[in-house]
């Protein structure tokens, strides 16, 4: 499985690419919109994992962004988030996100909404 990770901050991109590593998923990392795009246009990947709050734009506008491109279209998409309304999820649905995992989450959660995204794809 690979996938794109897109988180702007460089610590936390890092630990949860250790930790998608360690279960033999191979990770590319962006910390902003306009890598995370350029990635996604000249890459296939199988799925992608979008924060909600970049530095650059928000995760929502940037899984519309995702799911215009042609590599993007049915790429499962597991947005991470801390707010865990329902309104912020149906917001998420409504762009196209597969699964909303909410921050703080464990190590093992995270791997496992990973792994239940490529049964998706």
Do not use: H, W, Y
């Not at 949860?16 to 998923?25: F, I, K, N, Q, R």
């Not at 734009?57 to 993007?72: I, M």
């Not at 707010?83 to 912020?88: D, G």
């Amino acid at each position: 499985m690979r996938v794109l990770l897109i988180d702007d901050n460089e610590e936390l991109r890092g630990f949860l690419a250790l930790c998608l590593s360690e279960a033999s998923v191979e990770v590319v990392g962006a910390g902003d919109t306009a890598s995370a795009l350029k990635s996604a246009e000249t890459e296939k990947f199988d799925a992608f994992i979008v924060d909600s709050v970049l530095q650059d734009g928000d995760g929502l506008s940037l899984v519309t962004q995702l799911r215009d491109l042609k590599n993007g279209r049915g790429v499962p998409v597991l947005f991470m988030s801390a707010i865990a309304t329902a309104l912020a999820r149906r917001m998420a649905q409504s762009v196209g996100v597969t699964e909303f995992l909410v921050k703080p989450f464990g190590q093992m959660q995270f791997v496992e909404q990973v792994r239940a995204l490529e049964k998706r794809r």
